[in-house]
């Protein structure tokens, strides 16, 4: 219905940027909410941000002012552009969609790792 594959992923030192990429591809009118969580080992998965259909945009206090989330004209590509990063930010980032009407992030993509190193 809806397929979501990421890019972008990759290693840099702290202080560096990365800008990850969620291609969507289906269904994507039915798509609410686009969001980005992201998953270090021996952790539980954490949201990062989210992006609607309007555009109005939230963030988890830990990126708040370093990440930007946005999409393109299209709406099919979501974009979260990460600076100043942390070695606390390595983790494997997966984005998700909500879709109208639903009652949880429905489809997952496969993840792509991000590695900051100090």
């Known amino acids: 219905q809806v397929q979501l594959v990421e890019s972008g992923g990759g290693s840099v030192q702290a202080g560096g940027s990365l800008r990850l990429s969620c291609a969507a591809s289906?269904?994507?009118?039915?798509?609410?909410?686009v969001g980005w969580f992201r998953q270090a080992p021996g952790k539980e998965r954490e949201f990062v941000a989210h992006?609607?259909?309007?555009?109005?945009?939230n963030y988890a206090d830990s990126v708040k002012g370093r990440f930007t989330i946005s999409t393109d004209n299209a709406k099919t590509t979501t974009y979260l552009q990460m600076l100043n990063l942390k070695p606390e930010d390595t983790a494997n980032y997966y984005c998700a969609v909500f879709i109208f009407g639903g009652s949880k992030y429905n489809y997952w993509g496969q993840g792509t790792q991000v590695t900051v190193s100090s």
């Open positions: 289906g269904r994507t009118s039915s798509i609410a909410l």
């Open positions: 992006i609607s259909a309007t555009g109005a945009r």
